[in-house]
């Protein structure tokens, strides 16, 4: 054998044990922190929205309370969506300043939030007549959602709410399966995963260095002379 060719017979075993050890370390780290990533990318899509007024008409004071209740309620019901209270809101501003667009606007840069909501719930007879007004603070728009209902804890405020969280453009959460994974057995799985990659790997490379030394050791066949 030359001396090139013993040269690259001597590199082929350090190197692929290289490459492996590379594999099974990005196997390992990609297997141990994608959920971490996953996480963070759902961390980054949380719409902050603080409710600036929230306005009844004609509602006696137990029928107010029970209807402010029902609507946080299904607003903090959302995962994705951090909400200022009008309370909170007002620990922090002038209530009295909160006027037109330009006010509504103002304060959600002020506040630092996505969006704000405007509301104005009127009580005529047994119906009640709703108008939200949401507005987007970064670009200065508004989202008009009107409604009416008859029943307003029980379906006109899901109903509103539900609404409002199509405007903030978020699609409907997945249900999880019942019979989900817990945390322990989560951790089990992608011990096994891990294990599996790398013994994937561990053989691949192997053959694949088996492969290449014994094709390095063969002689090349002496061509044929050529008859004239």
């Not at 994705?80 to 959600?108: C, I, K």
């Not at 007549?129 to 959602?145: A, E, F, H, K, P």
């Not at 019979?179 to 096994?192: F, P």
Request: hydrophobic residues 45%.
């Amino acid at each position: 054998m030359n001396p090139e060719r013993q040269k690259r017979t001597r590199f082929l075993p350090g190197g692929f044990a290289l490459l492996v050890k590379v594999f099974w370390l990005a196997g390992c780290a990609w297997l141990s922190f994608g959920p971490l990533v996953a996480h963070a990318a759902a961390q980054e899509a949380q719409k902050q929205l603080a409710v600036l007024k929230l306005e009844f008409e004609n509602f006696p004071d137990d029928e107010r309370q029970a209807a402010e209740l029902a609507f946080y309620e299904q607003l903090l019901s959302e995962p994705r969506v951090t909400v200022l209270s009008e309370a909170q809101v007002h620990d922090s501003l002038d209530a009295g300043n909160l006027d037109n667009d330009n006010d509504y606007l103002r304060a959600g840069r002020t506040l630092a939030v996505d969006f704000v909501l405007v509301g104005k719930l009127a009580r005529i007879g047994a119906f009640v007549d709703v108008t939200l007004l949401l507005y987007d603070v970064s670009n200065g728009t508004q989202v008009r959602i009107p409604g009416g209902t008859t029943n307003l804890v029980e379906k006109g405020i899901p109903d509103m709410v539900a609404q409002v969280f199509d405007k903030l453009g978020l699609a409907p959460l997945a249900v999880s399966p019942p019979d989900s994974l817990s945390s322990a057995e989560e951790q089990r799985s992608n011990k096994r995963n891990i294990i599996v990659f790398g013994g994937g790997v561990l053989i691949g490379g192997t053959v694949a260095a088996m492969i290449l030394l014994g094709g390095s050791d063969r002689q090349a066949l002496p061509r044929p002379p050529v008859i004239e």
